[in-house]
């Protein structure tokens, strides 16, 4: 597949183009300087084929960090096979942009000059002042109004490899009603396992949420720096591990609310969206320094999103209190994340980094398996035998049936009849559940109703998995 990497200083619109090209916005676009500071890629198919795209960040030599950033993004530069360098078509060729279009000259790659923010035939003539870079190919653009965007992906076309559409036209037998409908006990059909997995690296500035994808990976992903908030676009990678794809998604990191000022206000949306749709959270946590509230603030989106987690204790190797006295604090402030397994590590050095994706793999199974029903429901017939329900004003409650419905994450169901159960009493169900079956690393849904009734977590559930 082919890789295309937009280049050019910060402000000129790469980003945008990134979001017109795909058809959709995913980069963060914002005028501060920096938006974009790690290589954003994305695949995406054209009239002729399928190619990735990368959003690099702008280039510019500024301070310590826009050194990092130029580095990715000449790095990137080098590794791709189509170069499109942008530049701002309401200002004037910079010396900087002359040096830096030369310099991808040399590269011999195919190159076009983009000159953004054309957005009518009038300032088409100051466009022009851009061809004395000597480019063989240009484009006039305007990514805001979709001008000649058309004949720059006609010119990428004719670089990308050809891949012949395979339409099966075939026709098999129709289904029945029944065959998508849930049996009388509630169990739906199995589906086949998926080998793909989204893992969300998340956590407060600072803690080295970068450097772990990058010491996962083997590979120097994402800007690592000192400077607080480094990351703001999510950042992801995928390895092939044990059979299986993981997607690792380096999340910008989560300050308090009242601190989260401009872009970073689309960076926590953006992390939210991440948690929505992964499969398991790296909490990532600052051993050689005091947890604090919004380590915890940060935790509670792991409860928000029910996704499965591991809490990955970082800089393990600058602790200065006893490790037993750290990790009963971490039982102490996280109680609701009892369930996710601590593994201890230091990115900077690749120490026990390895360990995590093993387990990974672990939470993984968990978090998607299916108990079946009369293995369950035995468990939490039993249950319920040692210890009986309330009472409901007099009334008996009893479980009449248990059935689970759904996975990623064990969603389970109880018929009652009376369909009342207390928060206290599910615990003590998930944890007789947790004796009985591996669910290390992911969370427990419990819900209550009638027979013949289907509750509305049952319902937005069904098809989902």
């Known amino acids: 597949m082919k890789k295309i990497a937009i280049i050019g200083k910060p402000n000129v619109g790469k980003s945008s183009l990134f979001n017109r090209i795909l058809g959709f916005r995913d980069a ?43 580095e990715k993004s000449i790095e990137a530069a080098g590794e791709a096979d189509i170069l499109l360098f942008v530049c701002d078509g309401k200002g004037v060729p910079t010396d900087e942009e002359k040096r830096l279009f030369f310099q991808l000259q040399k590269l011999n790659k195919p190159l076009a000059l983009v000159v953004n923010k054309i957005d009518n035939d009038k300032e088409s003539e100051a466009g022009w002042q851009f ?8 484009f006039l653009v305007s990514v805001s109004h979709n001008r000649n965007i058309s004949k720059m992906l006609d010119w990428i076309d004719q670089y990308l490899d050809e891949e012949p559409q395979v339409y099966d036209m075939s026709e098999g037998d129709d289904e029945s009603l029944e065959d998508f409908l849930d049996d009388e006990d509630g169990e739906t059909a199995e589906e086949e396992p998926s080998n793909d997995i989204k893992v969300a690296i998340i956590g407060r500035v600072n803690v080295g949420k970068s450097s772990l994808l990058n010491a996962i990976t083997g590979m120097d992903r994402s800007v690592v720096s000192p400077v607080a908030g480094t990351t703001i676009d999510p950042v992801d990678e995928t390895i092939e591990f044990g059979g299986r794809s993981i997607t690792f998604v380096d999340t910008a990191g989560i300050r308090k609310r009242s601190k989260i000022i401009g872009i970073e206000k689309w960076a ?12 398991i959270a790296l909490l990532v946590l600052d051993a050689s320094s005091d947890f604090m509230e919004q380590d915890e603030r ?24 006893e490790p037993q006295e750290i990790l009963e604090e971490i039982k102490d402030k996280f109680k609701f994340l009892d369930f996710a397994p601590i593994i201890t590590v230091s990115a900077l050095s690749g120490k026990r ?15 998607a398996q299916r108990i079946p029903t009369k293995k369950l429901y035995d468990v939490i017939k039993a249950a319920s035998e040692k210890h009986k329900l309330p009472g409901d004003h007099g009334r008996i409650v009893k479980i009449k049936f248990a059935t689970q419905y759904a996975s990623k994450p064990p969603k389970i169901s109880l018929v ?21 079956f591996n669910f290390e690393g992911t969370p427990i849904i419990i819900n209550a109703r009638r027979r013949g009734e289907r509750d509305e977590e049952e319902d937005a559930t069904e098809g989902e998995d």
């Open 28 to 70: 963060i676009i914002s005028d501060i300087a920096g938006t974009t500071r790690d290589v954003k890629r994305r695949v995406f198919r054209t009239f002729k084929g399928e190619a990735e795209l990368w959003d690099t960040g702008g280039i510019e030599d500024r301070d310590e960090l826009f050194d990092k950033i130029k």
């Open 131 to 138: 061809l004395e870079f000597g480019a063989k190919v240009s």
């Open 268 to 279: 926590l949306d953006r992390s939210e969206k991440v948690l929505d749709t992964a499969d």
């Open 298 to 321: 940060v935790a509670g989106f792991i409860d928000k999103y029910k996704t499965g987690a591991i809490i990955v204790l970082n800089k393990w190797d600058q602790i200065t209190k």
């Open 353 to 367: 980094v390895h360990k995590i994706l093993d387990k990974i793999v672990e939470v993984y199974e968990n978090y």
């Open 416 to 436: 009652m009849n009376i369909p009342i159960i207390h928060f206290s009493y599910k615990r003590y169900l998930v944890n007789m559940l947790r004796e009985s």
